[in-house]
């Protein structure tokens, strides 16, 4: 004996397996969906990082290359003067040699 009733279950517990499935397929689509939410906020965080150290490293770099500018300035003064005290040397033993 088929009862009209059972006729239109499986119907609707069919219905009930594609809506279950359709949800679930959702659910799943919006985790990803998070998940690649979180690894962009994740990369523009390490991304403002980067930013952060080459922002200092230039600064590190200027100050560096200007210490260096001191140092090649310093060091030509004394190649300078160190040139001068020889030829004053020079001249005081050509001097006293005579």
């Known amino acids: 004996m ?3 009733a059972s ?3 499986n119907p609707l517990e069919a219905a009930l397996r594609r809506f279950n499935a359709a949800v679930e397929a959702l659910e799943a ?6 998940e690649v939410e979180r690894q962009e906020a994740a990369l523009a965080a390490q991304l ?3 930013g952060a150290d080459r922002a200092r490293l ?3 770099l200027d100050g ?3 210490k260096a500018e001191r140092l090649e300035g310093a060091n030509d003064e004394v190649a300078r003067r160190l040139g001068s005290a020889m030829e004053t040397i020079r001249a005081v033993l050509a ?4």
């Open 7 to 9: 006729g239109d279950a």
């Open 29 to 34: 689509a919006v985790e990803r969906r998070l």
């Open 95 to 98: 001097a006293h040699e005579r």
């Open 64 to 66: 560096a290359q200007a």
């Open 2 to 4: 088929n009862h009209p």
């Open 48 to 50: 403002h990082v980067l």
């Open 58 to 60: 230039a600064d590190a």
